[in-house]
C-alpha cells in the first residue's frame, strides 16, 4: 500500500506541475515556425523539464534520472495526457547518446558529454547510408587510421536533426578485410570539424527532418573511439536499444491520449449536409476496432518495460505493434477528414507523430515503418528469435 501511494503522490505532483508548466499554445506557437523559434524552443522546454527532474528519468540517479520504472510509466501518463510538447530534438541525446556513453564509452567520454548534453549539446546519427540502411552491416565509410587519428570518408542518409547538431555518432569502417560487422568501429563525431558537409532533404511532408551527411578527409582523434576498434557492432546494439522501451511506452500513451481522442473529435465533427461520420455504422465498428488496438498498444508497452528479462523479439514485436498501427489510425483520419484535410498541411514543429494534421500525419507514418529496422526485419527477428523459425541464410558476417 506505501508503494501505491508513493506512486499516487508522484502522479499528483508531476500532474500539478503539467497544469502549472506545460504551454497552452504552443500547437498554435510552434506552427509554422522558423528553425531558430523551434530549436530556441526545445531547448527552453528541455531545460525546464530538467530543472522539474523530469527530463532523462531512464539515466542513472548519478547523472540526474533514477526514477523507478513505476514512475517513469506515470511521468509518461501525465506528460501525454496533458498534451506536453515532446523532446523532438534533444530525442538523439539523451537516448541514443546516453545509453551509449553509458554503456560502452569511457569515464573521460562520460564525463565530458553526459553534463554537456543536459546543458543542450544535441547529437545526430550516422548510421545508414546510400547503400546500408536496414543492412547496416553492409556500411562503406571508411576511417583510416593516421597515427593518433582516424581520417573518415563517406557519406550518411537519414540523419535526423543533423543540421542542428553539435556531435554525431558515428559508424565506419576500419577493416575494410574483415567479415563485415567485425570490421566497424564506432566514433564520437564533432560536427564542427572541417570536412564535413550537412544537406538537409526535403521530404514529400514539406520538412526537412532528415539529411545526408558528407565526409570528406574528418580527422576524428582516437580517443573519440567508442569501445575497442573493430567492435563498432557490438556498441551500437546498445544504442539501438534506446530506440525501444520507454520511448516506445511515451509514444503508445501520446497515441491514447492525443490520436485516438482527436480522431474521435473528427468522427462527431457536422459534414455541410448535418450527418456526422459517427452516424455511419462502419465508422463505429473501425474507431472501436482502432481502441481496442491502442489499449493493447499501451497495455503491451507497459509490461515490456516492467520486464526484469524481455525476450529477444519483444522490442521487435512493439516496434513493429505500434508503426503499423499508427499508419492504421493516420490513415483511418485522412480518410476521414476528406478533401478538407488535404487543405490542412501544416503541423507544430514539436508535437508528435499525431498531430491532428492527418494527411501529414499519414504521410510521416510511413517513416516508422523503415528506421530502426524496417517492418520486414522486425518479422523476421520475430519469427527467428521469438518463434524460433529457422533462420534465413545469411552471409558470413
Same mark, same amino acid.
Given at each position: ?23 497552452? =499554445?504552443?500547437?498554435?506557437?510552434? &506552427?509554422?515556425?522558423?528553425?531558430? +523559434? ?11 523539464? $530538467? ?6 528519468? $531512464? ?35 539523451? $537516448? ?16 565530458? $558529454? ?10 545526430? !546519427? ?48 576500419? =577493416?575494410?578485410?574483415?567479415? !563485415?560487422?567485425?570490421? %566497424? ?11 564535413? =558537409? ?14 545526408? %551527411?558528407?565526409?570528406?578527409?574528418? +580527422? ?25 522501451? *520507454? ?25 455541410? =449536409? ?14 472501436? &476496432? ?58 507544430? *514543429? ?8 492527418? +494527411? ?8 516508422? &515503418? ?9 518479422? &523476421? ?17
Amino acid at each position: 500500500m506505501s508503494k501505491n501511494r508513493d506512486l499516487e503522490n508522484f502522479r499528483t505532483k508531476v500532474r500539478e506541475w503539467c497544469r502549472a508548466h506545460v504551454p497552452v =499554445d504552443w500547437r498554435t506557437s510552434q &506552427t509554422g515556425v522558423s528553425d531558430e +523559434v523551434f530549436v530556441q524552443f526545445q531547448k527552453d522546454w528541455f531545460a525546464e523539464l $530538467h530543472t522539474a527532474g523530469f527530463a532523462v528519468p $531512464h539515466w542513472p540517479a548519478e547523472w540526474g534520472g533514477g526514477m523507478s520504472v513505476e514512475q517513469q510509466v506515470v511521468l509518461y501518463q501525465e506528460l501525454a495526457a496533458h498534451d506536453a510538447p515532446r523532446l523532438v530534438l534533444p530525442f538523439v541525446s539523451i $537516448h541514443h547518446a546516453a545509453s551509449t556513453l553509458l554503456a560502452a564509452g569511457s569515464e573521460e567520454q562520460r564525463d565530458r $558529454h553526459l553534463p554537456a548534453i543536459l546543458a543542450g549539446e544535441i547529437w545526430c !546519427q550516422g548510421f545508414s547510408e546510400p547503400g546500408a540502411g536496414s543492412d547496416m552491416a553492409a556500411l562503406s565509410t571508411t576511417a583510416r587510421k593516421d597515427g593518433n587519428n582516424y581520417i573518415v570518408n563517406g557519406q550518411k542518409l537519414w540523419a535526423s536533426g543533423a543540421m542542428y547538431a553539435d556531435w554525431c555518432l558515428l559508424l565506419a569502417r576500419t =577493416d575494410p578485410e574483415a567479415p !563485415q560487422r567485425r570490421g %566497424i568501429s564506432y566514433f564520437l563525431m564533432d560536427m564542427r570539424s572541417p570536412g564535413i =558537409d550537412v544537406r538537409p532533404i526535403r521530404q514529400a511532408t514539406g520538412e526537412s527532418h532528415f539529411c545526408e %551527411i558528407f565526409l570528406n578527409d574528418v +580527422v576524428i582523434p582516437s580517443s573519440a573511439m567508442v569501445g575497442p576498434e573493430n567492435e563498432g557492432w557490438r556498441v551500437a546494439q546498445e544504442t539501438l536499444g534506446a530506440e525501444r522501451g *520507454m520511448t516506445m511506452l511515451e509514444l503508445a500513451e501520446r497515441l491514447g491520449h492525443g490520436g485516438f481522442p482527436w480522431l474521435v473529435e473528427l468522427c462527431a465533427e457536422r459534414r455541410a =449536409d448535418g450527418t456526422r461520420p459517427l452516424d455511419d455504422a462502419a465508422v463505429v465498428d473501425r474507431l472501436a &476496432t482502432l481502441e481496442i488496438e491502442v489499449t493493447g498498444l499501451r497495455d503491451l508497452c507497459a509490461e515490456f518495460v516492467g520486464n526484469d528479462s524481455p525476450g529477444q523479439a519483444d522490442a521487435s514485436i512493439v516496434k513493429l505493434y505500434y508503426s503499423e498501427l499508427l499508419q492504421r489510425m493516420t490513415d483511418f483520419g485522412a480518410d476521414i477528414a476528406g478533401l478538407a484535410g488535404q487543405t490542412k498541411l501544416r503541423k507544430p *514543429m514539436s508535437s508528435g507523430w499525431e498531430s491532428g494534421s492527418w +494527411v501529414l500525419d499519414f504521410i510521416g507514418s510511413w517513416e516508422w &515503418t523503415i528506421p530502426g529496422g524496417t517492418s520486414e526485419i522486425q518479422r &523476421t527477428i520475430i519469427g527467428e528469435r521469438g518463434l524460433g523459425l529457422p533462420y534465413e541464410p545469411r552471409s558470413n558476417q
